[in-house]
């Protein structure tokens, strides 16, 4: 670890020029962190991981191996990116034709958990502590605290902070097992009570 650098990055890592790069954040095998990136304090980035130039990532954001971050996508606190998932950031690519002025935006909020090999088609904003399932293709806006699974993603129900499944009663109240905090469901949104 470079004494002057309060983040470690492995001798196999690429750290571009122009990054600010949080203390205690590790940067691990083959990792490519290109220009002008934005990194919060307490990342981990796994083996083979790509952030492209201007990519916005909060604190103690995961991201496990095989994961490429394209430009456009910011990620709030928090976040974690499993294995092989992947961001695009063009609709309608070609190989043949230039669209670098036409990157959509995807934001990821506070706490998403975002399964192994899952895709996530740019121009969609996914809500806090929403938890896509592993594969799962998400084509859509994703409400906060939204648990999605399937190709395309479809909503199966809603998830805790903690990662639970939430259970709504009759008057639309859950209770995290783990954590005993409230929620309640109400026009078709969650929201955290307690």
């Known amino acids: 670890m470079n004494t002057s650098k309060k983040y470690f990055a492995h001798e196999t890592a690429i750290v571009d020029e122009g990054c600010e790069i949080g203390d205690e954040t590790k940067i691990w095998h083959f990792s490519h962190i290109m220009s002008n990136c934005k990194i919060g304090k307490g990342c981990n980035f796994g083996q083979n991981v790509v952030v492209s130039p201007g990519v916005i990532l909060g ?18 606190d928090d976040v974690f990116l499993g294995p092989s998932m992947v961001f695009t950031n063009v609709i309608n690519p070609r190989s043949a034709v230039n669209r670098r002025d036409q990157y959509a935006k995807t934001h990821v909020g506070k706490g998403v958990s975002i399964g192994a090999n ?35 993603a479809r909503q199966l129900g ?36 307690k």
């Open 118 to 152: 899952a895709t996530i088609v740019c121009g969609h904003d996914i809500g806090k502590f929403a938890f896509i399932g592993a594969g799962a293709v998400v084509t859509k806006n994703v409400p906060d605290y939204a648990l999605l699974v399937g190709n395309p």
């Open 158 to 193: 809603w998830m805790s902070e903690y990662g639970h499944r939430l259970e709504f009663e009759k008057n639309g109240i859950a209770i995290c097992p783990e954590s005993n905090q409230e929620y309640k469901l109400e026009n078709g949104l969650v929201e955290r009570i």
């Open 59 to 76: 604190d103690n954001v995961k991201v496990q191996n095989n994961v490429s971050i394209y430009t456009g996508v910011t990620c709030d």
